[in-house]
Structure formats: C-alpha cells, structure tokens
C-alpha cells in the first residue's frame, strides 16, 4: 500500500521560510508526478507546486519567485522550499503523487503551516 509521510510544517512569522519534505513509501515504481496541494479553512484544495519524472516543474502563480519543488536523491521523495512566506500561505499542505499510466492519485494526511503577520 502507498503511503506518503510529510514533515517539516510549523509556525513562521511572515518573511520566513520552512522547508517540506514527502516521502514515498509502499510501491516500486517511480512516480510520473509529485507535487503539493494547500487547503486553507473555508476554500478549495489547489496546487503549489508540481514536478514531473523528467524534471519540468509547475508553480502556483501566487508562489512562483518564492517557492521551489524539487525532487530528492532518494526514490520518491519531493521538498517543497518555502520562502518569504506571507499569512495567505497559511494552510494545510498535502503531498500529492501520481502513479502509472492511470495516474492514480496518493495523498499524505498534510503539514500545517502558519505564517503569522
């Protein structure tokens, strides 16, 4: 069974950073995508960030200059660098990947992140 453990969320004060870490477990293949997924109280799931098994990378236009995905040398692992965080990037963080041909989507339970102002 695919599991997806995230980590590294917490409480920052605006201008700062954290860094968020997602690992793969339960599966031997290498995923097509991975990526995170924020859900703020009261509003949809949306994407942050995404990167694909070739590289390309996909950001959100409200993180792109602060945000960075990146894929780590352990098979199927994915961080997400987050800087000059601001309070509207408050939100519960979801690691995301896809599998096979299908693309079946695998969820982590989430990371809180809070910014304070």
């Known amino acids: 069974q695919v599991q997806l453990v995230e980590s590294g969320g917490g409480l920052v004060q605006a201008g700062g950073s954290l860094r968020l870490s997602c690992s793969a477990s339960?599966?031997?293949?290498?995923?097509?995508?991975m990526g995170w997924y924020r859900q703020a109280p009261g509003k949809q799931r949306e994407l942050v960030a995404a990167?694909?098994?070739?590289?390309?990378?996909n950001y959100a236009d409200s993180v792109k200059g602060r945000f960075t995905i990146s894929r780590g040398s352990a098979k199927n692992t994915v961080y997400l660098q987050m800087n000059s965080l601001k309070p509207e990037d408050t939100a519960v963080y979801h690691c995301?990947?896809?599998?096979?041909?299908?693309?079946?989507?695998?969820w982590g339970q989430g990371t809180q992140v809070t910014v304070s102002s």
């Open positions: 995301n990947a896809k599998l096979g041909v299908a693309l079946i989507n695998y």
């Open positions: 990167v694909l098994s070739g590289g390309v990378t």
């Open positions: 339960g599966t031997v293949f290498s995923f097509n995508a």
